[in-house]
C-alpha cells in the first residue's frame, strides 16, 4: 500500500504521549514502592504528561481532540450494539468505545496520582493511601481491558492499530477487503 494512500492520524506528540505514558505506568507497577524516591519523581512525570495531554487534546489537531473521540454513553452503546451485530463502522481516529476508554484511563490515572501526592502529605494509613492503592490495582485491568479492545478492533477492521499508533497513519479507504 502506498503512503498516498495513508493519512496521519496520530501526530508524533500523541504517539511519544502514548509511549511514554505506558512506559513511565509499567514502571511503576513493577516497581510499586520498592524505591519510593524513584516512584514519585515517575509519579511527577507521569501527571505532567496527562497535563500536556489534557492540554492537546483541546489545541491539538483533529485526531488529538477529545471533541473528536469523546462520545455521550448512548453513542457509546450503540456502537458496542453495532460491534455485537457486526455492522460497526470505521473510525479514523478513536470509534467511541476506544473514546471512552481513554477517558477512563486519563481519569483513573489522575485520581491514582493524586490520591499518591495526597498520601505523601497524609499521616500513614490515610484514606488518600487507600485511595491510590485501589486505582493503582485498577490500572493493570483497564490495560488489558484496552489491549484487549485494541486486538480485537485490529482484527474487526482488518488494520494493525499498534503499528498505526508507532508510525501515526492509518488507511485512508473506508472500506474494507
Request: net charge neutral.
Amino acid at each position: 500500500m502506498s503512503i498516498h494512500n495513508q493519512v496521519l492520524v496520530w501526530d508524533l506528540w500523541v504517539r511519544l504521549f502514548h509511549g511514554l505514558l505506558a512506559a513511565g505506568v509499567i514502571g511503576l507497577l513493577i516497581l510499586e514502592e520498592s524505591n519510593m524516591v524513584v516512584h514519585v519523581v515517575v509519579g511527577y512525570g507521569l501527571l505532567g504528561l496527562l497535563l500536556f495531554r489534557v492540554i492537546w487534546g483541546w489545541i491539538g489537531p483533529e485526531h488529538a481532540r477529545f471533541r473528536d473521540f469523546v462520545r455521550p454513553l448512548g453513542a457509546v452503546l450503540a456502537y458496542l450494539q453495532a460491534v455485537r451485530t457486526g455492522e460497526a463502522p470505521r473510525h479514523l481516529g478513536h470509534n467511541p468505545a476506544g473514546g471512552l476508554m481513554v477517558v477512563v484511563l486519563m481519569v483513573t490515572l489522575f485520581g491514582t496520582m493524586m490520591s499518591g501526592i495526597l498520601a505523601l502529605a497524609a499521616p500513614p494509613d490515610s484514606w488518600y493511601e487507600s485511595a491510590h492503592e485501589l486505582l493503582a490495582g485498577l490500572m493493570p485491568i483497564l490495560v488489558v481491558l484496552h489491549l484487549g479492545g485494541v486486538v480485537f478492533t485490529s482484527f474487526h477492521q482488518r488494520e494493525n492499530l499498534v503499528k498505526s499508533m508507532i508510525t501515526g497513519y492509518k488507511d485512508r479507504t473506508e472500506e474494507r477487503a
